[in-house]
């Protein structure tokens, strides 16, 4: 997209837009209702998803290629390297990854009976993986120690179903508590090998359906004796357990500090790394690729050291969950506090705040709607894209609704998120009451996130030579996909209490 004389620009916007642009874009400043902003796709083919993907050499390879539009459709990709294979059906790639690393340059093709559509494509063969930040689900924030493989059976379902999987979410992860809890040993079985509690009858036929709706697999555990919930965890026994999440066929692996603190020695650093670099060796000698997500709360500025123990992402705080909302809702504190690193975060590797808890949340027979507004929820939305954040909801997938739906399925959001410069935003003004983040994006554009913290409506300006650029410049808004106009020297828009105006600036 480089060089490209196409605007593609983003106003998430959970408030009214500038005066001039008010009218035509519905509800007005003040309007914290839950109004839906995202276009419904076309009944034309649209591939959306990364430009890019990393793989190592040699491993398995599963990408289901992801695109809306009226079904059936007809798939097609073009310099597809050898070993891998792709259904013209589904869309789905196959496979084995070349054993030469390099990239690998392709064209993904969509057809129907309404039209047809093309994406480039590259796959990078080489060390890196997660390119772009990882996008899926996450069963932690619904349902808790009650998890089931058929929720998360049922997860993959709805990802497709709903149309997720069209936007580029992908891995299906299972949280705590699949394992055997403490006090129902035995916890492994006579070669060492991790037993899976009765809620997972079959755990490895689980990741197999998982695999057969294209989607890819995620679990967890921990470098101490107990996982946070008290359940089996891997100490004395990562190259085993590794061997076996390999073995299973999962591609994600959240590893929890929890019990660890309490057998670690060494100087509080080191201590903080060794578990980490450990498994981090251990995961490149597999014949899989698994994403490495650290899970330590940001502990020893876990930043500054993740990406060299061999972590993708990053937890940079504490659970997103625990965070109690003060003058600020909690993902704004957290989303803040991450915002801080950015200097750390690059293709591979990423700060993590935590997942998207819209929608239905909480305990299984307890969750509740969330009590977010609608400006806060495409706020929240708004700065996860903009931080280059891994993108995953923790709500119920049973319970998805139109709204819900409509913050987490907008393909030009997304694409801020996905882009390939891998630059994570920076505040480049903070006051009491707003601040200002921008993103510098591959096609040489700018995404410009105007956010109020007040709890009243308030205008908000970016002058464009505070992003380096002189003359007149197009703005558009990506949570509407309209194109807004030629600015001469700026921009502003009235924002509503806790709400966003992310643009996407073009010279």
């Known amino acids: 997209m480089k060089n490209s004389k196409a605007l593609f620009a983003v106003l998430a916007i959970a408030a009214s837009v ?12 003040g309007d914290s209702g839950k109004v839906i902003l995202t276009p419904k796709p076309g009944p034309e083919p649209k591939i959306n998803g990364p430009a890019v993907f990393g ?53 993904l093709a969509a057809e129907n009976g309404k039209g047809r559509n093309e994406k480039a494509f590259t796959l990078v063969v080489g060390e890196t993986l ?11 924030y619904i349902h808790y120690d009650q998890v089931t493989e058929e929720h998360m059976r049922r997860a993959a379902d709805v990802m497709i179903s709903s149309g997720m999987a069209d936007y580029g979410y992908m891995y299906v992860n299972v949280d705590d508590c699949w394992m055997k809890k403490k006090g129902e040993s035995p916890y492994r079985d006579d070669k060492g090998v991790i037993l899976t509690n009765a809620k997972f009858p079959d755990i490895k036929g689980m990741v197999d359906y998982i695999h057969g709706r294209g989607l890819r697999a995620g679990v967890y555990t921990s470098p101490g004796p107990w996982t946070c919930a008290e359940y089996t965890a891997s100490a004395g026994h ?70 060299s123990v061999g972590g993708n992402c990053w937890r940079t705080t504490h659970d997103l969950g625990n965070q109690k909302d003060d003058a600020l809702p909690g993902f704004m504190q957290i989303g803040l506090s991450n915002a801080e690193h950015y200097a750390y975060a690059k293709p591979g590797q990423r700060n993590d705040p935590d997942y998207i808890l819209i929608g239905w949340v909480g305990n299984t027979g307890e969750e ?36 819900t739906l409509n913050v987490l399925c907008n393909a030009e959001v997304i694409a801020v998120d996905q882009d390939v410069l891998g630059r994570q935003g920076r505040i480049i003004r903070k006051t009491g009451d707003e601040f200002v983040m921008v993103k510098e994006l591959e096609d040489g554009s700018t995404a410009v996130g105007l956010f109020n913290l007040s709890r009243a409506s308030k205008e908000i300006a970016i002058a464009f030579k505070d992003l380096g650029m002189e003359g007149k410049a197009a703005v558009r808004d990506l949570w509407r996909q309209k194109d807004l106009g030629i600015f001469d020297t700026g921009y502003s828009a009235e924002v509503n209490p806790h709400g966003v105006v992310l643009i996407r600036i073009l010279r």
């Open 368 to 403: 509740r709607l969330t009590t977010l507004t609608g400006d806060e929820q495409y706020a929240y939305m708004s700065m996860w894209c903009l931080i280059a954040a891994p993108l995953v909801f923790s709500g119920n997938m049973a319970k998805l609704d139109a709204f």
């Open 18 to 29: 500038s005066v001039m642009a008010a009218s035509a874009f519905g509800p007005q400043a």
């Open 130 to 140: 997660a390119l772009t930040p990882p996008m899926g689900w996450n069963d932690w």
């Open 55 to 107: 793989a190592r050499p040699g491993h398995p390879f599963l990408y289901r290629i992801p695109c809306t539009g009226e079904r059936p459709v007809t798939f097609r990709v073009e310099n597809l390297p050898g070993g891998l294979t792709f259904d013209a059906a589904t869309g789905i790639i196959t496979g084995t990854v070349p054993a030469t690393a390099g990239r690998y340059e392709m064209t």
């Open 238 to 307: 990562e190259e085993l357990d590794a061997a076996t999440f390999a073995a299973w066929g999962f591609d994600f692996l959240k590893y929890d500090w929890c019990s660890y603190g309490d057998a670690a020695a060494g100087a509080d650093r080191e201590k903080a790394i060794k578990p980490y670099r450990q498994m981090g060796e251990i995961l490149k000698k597999l014949d899989r690729d698994i994403v490495y997500n650290l899970c330590q709360y940001g502990m020893s500025n876990v930043w500054e050291w993740a990406g």
